[in-house]
């Protein structure tokens, strides 16, 4: 095929083109790229990712770091009733109420809190991605069969959704019995309805734009035009999501441990129950309650911090 | 016998609780192999509808009524089922849309976007697509095309994104190409490059062009045959020649008559056609556009008016036509002909 432009013209075009086309680095640059460097120059960003690295790298390192095991009890000699020591320079946190290390139980419990944080987050997101996309490339496309079918999908979601996320979680939890993958599954399956709300919604106001009519004035086939055009532009938000209920997943475990339904475990130290067990001798040393809570709550924030400044860089309605 | 052709094609939209729209009423026309022949109406006149009907893009639903034939190549569309029509889409009717920016998507990139159309209808493998995406591109007048199949649309100017489109809807060579008002939402100096491009596209791959369009200077620069709409009714018929020279519906006239020209006396008005294309008579009550009308007569209304001069070529539906001669509206002035050389890439700089 030769082009429908006359040489000349062509010429003309190409010279226009050299001149028009700024610094390549400008140019050729994905909508992700151009996100990160949103973000980039965003502070809040840049604070909620330090946060997030710093907690990572703990909960990474933390087990190499970690003055005393987590276990022992090195200063069981030291604890009488009314009586915690506090910090000193052998135990920089302090010892708990059975003699054991505080900080190297907070280094090492960091990891415990982010795995938690991280799978269930992945099981809900999976789950829900799952149901949310289903339903939604039903209702966009499906016709009248796909509308029932999104119906039914979302009416079960509906009902999960009316639930308090933590009565869900402790249903889930006690029907389970108690474990780490208890935590895990139950703090996953309350965060399941919002990912797939979530998703269904994104992909039904997509299929609406007319992108999507035009690919199907291509002749492109359903799944094509649901997995490489509505999909694509839809999971944005489901992505930011995920970041924000790595958040509420870190504090709902924490609060499943809290209420005793955490992993039995004794020998790995959890920041719930390391709060629920503070709570007994809160008149002696509340800072033992603290370390926990401004772990959580920390951790939580900068995890908050980054998800919104996410949100920011990929609204395509913030976009310069 | 002609590649399209539609007849008696209606639309009714009927949502439960409301009052029930007929957007296309009892449409016809036709469509030759390699012709261009121009829909023009008003906003609101079942242009994009129509299109949307024969390529069967409507919503399917118990609100959403088509009747009617819409014959191609022997084969009746509006009868054919959805995978069949899929096939068809892309591969022997394509089309482009209005607005280049929100008819792309905005998350990947042109060349997936080009090369989809090419996996899907012609078989080729990712490297012969992209090859072929690549001088597709280069075809449609998108200089470095290697570098732009990289690029996402927002990195595209308007020109060069509705050029874009065009080359994904050509890239099957279609023999039915439907334009829905492909230069509205471009600057007036790209309107002239995108209309080159388009006559010439079609010119050298015989493919027959759809040009739907509110412009009456679109039509006259490119469409061999025009079909004027009014309330979901072909009202005329005419080859481009005798519908400017001398327009016999009071509408056509109309249409013209609010044109601005150049040959027009200092001071002289514009006369625009009176009320809104909301004042309409249903068309089994009469003439629909008998309220607009000056030279409404008592016969308009009562019964929907036959089509006049049936075995000329031009065609009009109305019981009291202007004259032969017709009113002095002369040729419209024909102002978007000129195309100034790579505006678009002006364009780009600032």
Known sequence: ?320 | MDLLEVSDLSVVFARRGEREVRAVDGLSFSVAAGEVVGLVGESGCGKTVTALAIMGLLPRGRWVNVTGKAAFDGGDLLGLSTSDLRDIRGRDIAMVFQDPLSSLNPVVSIGVQVTEVLTRHRGMNDAAATREAASLLDRVGIPDPRRRLKEYPHQLSGGMRQRALIAMAVACQPRLLIADEPTTALDVTIQAQILELLRDLVHSLGTALIMITHDLGVVAGMCDTINVLYAGKVVETAPRRPLFASPRHPYTVGLLGSIPRLDARRGEKLTPIRGSVRDVLPWHEGCAFAPRCDRAIDACIGRTPDVMDVHSVHTYRCVNPWPQTGPDVGPAVLVRQVAPVASEQYEELS
């Open chain 1, 1 to 320: 095929m030769k082009s429908v432009l006359s040489p000349r013209r062509a010429e003309k075009l190409d010279r226009l083109a050299e001149l028009a086309s700024e610094p390549s680095d400008e140019r050729g640059e994905s909508l992700t790229r151009e996100a990160l460097r949103r973000l980039r120059r965003n502070p809040v960003a840049i604070v909620g990712a330090v946060v997030v690295l710093l907690f990572v790298v703990l909960a990474i390192i933390g087990p190499l770091i970690a003055p005393y095991p987590p276990t022992a009890t090195v200063g069981l000699d030291q604890i009488r009733p009314g009586v915690i020591p506090g910090p000193s320079s052998d135990y920089l946190f302090g010892l708990d109420h059975q003699g054991r290390d505080e900080l190297s139980r907070m280094l090492i419990g960091a990891r415990q809190t982010l795995l938690v944080g991280i799978v269930a987050t992945l099981l809900g997101f999976s789950a829900g991605v799952l149901i949310g996309g289903l339903a939604g490339a039903a209702a966009g496309l499906g016709g009248r069969v796909g509308r029932w079918v999104d119906s039914v999908l979302m009416r079960f979601i509906d009902m999960l959704l009316a639930m308090p996320s933590l009565l869900l979680a402790v249903s889930v939890a006690a029907l389970l019995g108690r474990s780490l993958t208890t935590v895990m599954v139950a703090v996953g399956f309350v965060s399941v309805p919002v990912f797939a709300r979530l998703l269904r919604g994104s992909m039904i106001a997509q299929s609406q734009r007319d992108f999507v009519l035009a690919s199907a004035a291509l002749g492109l086939r359903r799944n094509r035009v649901v997995l490489g055009h509505i999909l694509p532009n839809s999971l944005a938000p489901v992505i930011v999501q995920a970041t924000l209920t790595l958040a509420t997943a870190i504090i709902e475990a924490a609060g499943l441990s809290f209420l005793g339904l955490g992993s039995p475990d004794q020998t790995v130290p959890e920041w719930g129950t390391m709060l629920a067990d503070a709570q007994r001798v809160l008149s002696v040393r509340p800072e033992l309650a603290i370390y926990p809570a401004v772990g959580i709550i920390v951790t939580a924030l900068g995890f908050t911090l980054l998800g919104e400044a996410m949100r920011e860089a990929l609204d395509p309605k913030l976009r310069r």
